[in-house]
Structures are given as C-alpha cells and as structure tokens.
C-alpha cells in the first residue's frame, strides 16, 4: 500500500462507536519503528517489573510486621479510609499483584525513562485494536514487523483470567472514556471462542461462583462505584477472581521514592538482585517523597541540597528539570492532571503548586521526580484534508503492556503490544491529545 492507501485503509477500520469517547488522533500510515535492542530492552523489562511489584508488595508486608521501617506502610497509607488499608492487608490478597502491568516510558537522549507504573491503565482495547489493524495493512510488507502481532494484547488479556469462564469488566464513570475501548476488546474475544466477555456497569451485581472481574475503576473513585463492595467481598471469599486486587499501594508514584530511598537499598538488592536494582536504577528517574517533617539544621534532602521543601520554590526555572506529582489515590493522580512540570512554570505558577504540595501531604502527598526531556524523533502523519503525508518532529512515550498469567512463583509476564504516543516537539508533556501521532510499535 501507499502511504494514503495504509493511512485510509486504518481509518476505515475504526469501530463504529469509535475507541476514546470524543477523543480523535493523528494517523500514522505505518507502525511506530524500534530498533531492535530497544524492542528488545523493553520486551525483557517485563519480568524486572513483576519482580518490582512482588517486592513492593512485601516491603509493605514487612513495615507492618515491624521487619521493614514502619514510616513504608504509614507513608502508603496516608488519605487511604480505614476499610481500604483492611483490605489490602488481608490475607485473601496477600500474595496478589496487578495482572497487567503497564510503565510510561519516555524516550531521551541518554536511553530510555520510566516516568511512572500504572496498574490500571487504559489503552488496552486501542492497542489491541491498533496491533490488529496495522498488521492487517502491513502484510505487503513483510519487514514491518507489529510488536505482539495481530493479536498479542487479545490474547494477553484473555490469560490472565485462569480457567474463568464468565469473565466481568467493570468500567466505572470516571472511566467512561475508556468504554468503547474495553467494548471492541469483548467482541474480539467473545468472537474468538471459549470464556466470555462482558462489559458492566457499576451497578452490576449478577456475579457467580467462579467468575472472574476486571477493575477498571481507580481506588480513591470507590463511593461512585456501587459494586465495589460486593466486587471485594466476593473475592475475598475467593468466589470470584479479581484483578487488580484492591490494594492501592499499586496506584502509588511514591513506589519510586521508596526505591530510590537509601535507608532501603539493602531491602531492594535482596528482592531484585544486583542486575534488577542496577537495570531499574539506570531507568528510573531520581524520585523524592515531598514530606514536609522538618530537617535538622545540618540536614540536607538528597541529590537537591535544600534543607527545606520550601526552598524548592526559590528554584531558578532554569534548575528545575523536575516533574511535581500527585502520588496516587485522587481524582488528580491519572491523565496529565495534578502534573506540575517546574522548567516550564513562571515561579507564580510554581510557588503554588510546591505549597499544596506540602499543605495535602497528609492526605494526597506528591512526588518530585527528575524530568529527562524526551529526544526528537520522526513521526510522519496523514492529512486526510489535504490528502497528503505531513512530516513531523515529534516527542514520544512508549507504553508496552505485559500480561501476567500463572499463579505466584509460577507466574510469568508477556508482552502483548507497545502504545507510542508523539506529540509535537513544542509540547512539554507528552500525553494523549488531538495533535498526536497514536500508533503501535515495530521492530
């Protein structure tokens, strides 16, 4: 195919009812290409990740018990209710991790950036729909190669429900967007054959015995999702299978604090391993914890040299290549809000920002992360307008999926299909929008 051929033959395959509710993109007339020690670099992460997730969860396990310092578990608890901290403490959950496992990985100069894990993520369906459709319109050419094929993140998703055969994806409102989405991923796999596939909504509550449940609603949305209790009760009872698991320590970007806190390195090379720590420090960007508890007057926070969060809003912009976060647990903890990007602030847009920051600690604290500025790369797309092909200069953050399947020690992850999104070079904060270039990637 031409490049308008490809680009036309992709949009014609969109879903009647579309995959992002009111959200459109750019096409790109061919998969986003990765060299191939890239490909590779991020095909192997998955198992470094799960191997993360394990330890985090038994870090958690260990504050509680007195073994690990107990500000962990009392950091990770902060703004959480009470019925919440009981459930992730459970012994029904005790050993479960998220079964998808998604980073945002920013591409730099200097290798690639992990900027956050998120454990409920959308973009699923799109993925699985983009591998399928860019594979189909790929096949004259044989050496564009879609990372996970024409049906990886199809098959990715389907295995991490076990033997169940009535499997529940429940979307909550504030996840609405995502519906079309998680809609055209049930169709694909109720056509494929063998357990079933439905989408509910928040008001289901026709579970049966030996069912299985997708939650695909954040923690902190719990009061507007009128099933949740049943969801958590049934799995508890072990009745029905869940993933995530409700424990919000997963919906945490403080994890990256905690793993680059020197008081837990030696917790850290126990659980990963000399090669795990030092690939995930490679990267990880520096994170710090933006807890207000005064220091002592010869004390300094780490890598910063202030001696006071406050000092952080003196800053010049030119010093501040940091990215200010809600950690987790809030309507502003996903997409780009509650992000806070300090090169990019005039100090009377910064200032604030640092206060709250501090003023919410106790019940929505933030993170301070290094920002690694994304490198420039090709992203050509198809005015479809003008019916021609647009070069672009481009900034990009991959997303590969890796689904979990298996149980405990016997549970492996696989790389179902990589998401790139790029946006224009003059965008500082690479998210989806309408001006960016959404495609899967390929060797």
């Not at 049930?186 to 079933?196: D, H, I, P, R, V």
Request: proline share 8%; net charge neutral.
């Amino acid at each position: 195919m031409t490049p308008a051929e490809s680009a036309k033959f992709i949009r014609e395959q969109l879903p009647a009812n579309g995959l992002f509710a009111g959200l459109d993109w750019r096409t790109s007339p061919t998969p986003f290409p990765l060299g191939e020690p890239l490909a590779k670099e991020i095909e192997s992460l998955g198992r470094v990740l799960l191997q993360f997730y394990r330890a985090v969860n038994l870090l958690y396990r260990k504050s509680i018990e007195g073994k690990q310092p107990e500000w962990v578990a009392r950091w990770l608890d902060l703004g959480k209710p009470a019925e919440l901290i009981e459930l992730q403490r459970s012994l029904a959950f005790k050993n479960e991790v998220p079964r998808v496992i998604r980073p945002d990985i920013l591409v730099t100069e200097n290798g690639i950036s992990i900027t956050e894990l998120d454990s409920v993520p959308g973009g699923i369906g799109l993925t699985a729909w983009l591998g399928k459709t860019y594979s189909e319109a790929s096949i004259q050419n044989p050496a564009t190669k879609v990372i996970g094929g024409a049906d990886g993140m199809i098959r990715g998703f389907e295995s991490i429900f076990g033997d169940a055969k009535n499997i529940h994806i429940v979307v909550s409102e504030e996840a609405a967007t995502y519906k079309p989405e998680m809609a055209w991923l049930a169709e694909q796999l109720n056509q494929k054959g063998g357990a079933t596939f439905n989408l509910q909504p928040s008001t289901f509550n026709q579970f049966a015995d030996g069912d299985a449940v997708y939650r695909f609603f954040e923690l902190f949305d719990l009061k507007n999702v009128a099933n949740s209790k049943r969801i958590f009760e049934l799995a508890a009872e072990k009745k029905i299978r869940l993933t995530p698991p409700p424990k919000p320590i997963f919906e945490e970007k403080m994890l990256f604090a905690l793993f680059w806190n020197r008081n837990l390195q030696p917790f850290w090379r126990q659980e990963l391993g000399e090669g795990f720590l030092a690939r995930l420090k490679k990267v990880i960007p520096y994170t710090w914890l933006v807890d207000p508890t005064p220091l002592p007057p010869h004390a300094a926070i780490p890598e910063l040299n202030l001696t006071d969060w406050r000092q952080l809003k003196a800053m010049s912009q030119k010093e501040r290549d940091l990215i200010l976060k809600v950690s987790g647990f809030s309507e502003n903890a996903w997409g780009a809000r509650g992000v806070f990007l300090g090169s990019d602030l005039p100090l009377e847009e910064w200032s604030p920002a640092v206060d709250a920051a501090l003023a919410n600690f106790e019940t929505s604290p933030s993170v301070l992360q290094r920002f690694h500025k994304p490198t420039l790369v090709d992203a050509p797309w198809f005015d479809f307008a003008k019916n021609e092909l647009v070069p672009m200069k481009g900034r990009a953050r991959l997303c590969p999926y890796y689904f979990v399947a298996g149980e405990n020690d016997a549970a492996r992850p696989t790389l179902g299909g990589v998401l790139a999104t790029i946006v224009p070079a003059d965008k500082k904060i690479v998210h989806g929008m309408s001006d960016a270039v959404i495609a899967p990637c390929s060797v």
